[in-house]
């Protein structure tokens, strides 16, 4: 599967472009997840090369970067790769089932 297409990063603001507003009002453009275990990425920013900020559920919620070749990189039980919600649409973070 690939991540990220042409169209997503397209619609990725750049890194620091929505810094000025509240957290809860930041939009996330797409969500990834890997499928064999808890850990979800909500995509809000991006460099247009590989580095995204965002949302990221993992062992904590927390707000931080994650790297597009580092996902594209991982593997895990019987090759399952990281994969991207093809039915997510961007959604404000306050909006995400109460996730912050």
Known sequence: MKLLTKELREKLPKLYKTKDLPLEEKIAVVKFFTPWTYWTWYAVE???DDLFWGWVHGHEKE???FSLKEMESIR???GLGIE???YFRPT???DLNGTI
Do not use: A, Q, S, T
């Open 46 to 48: 991006f460099d247009g």
């Open 84 to 86: 991207r919600d093809l």
């Open 92 to 94: 404000k973070i306050k």
């Open 63 to 65: 707000w931080g970067y």
């Open 76 to 78: 895990g039980p019987g």
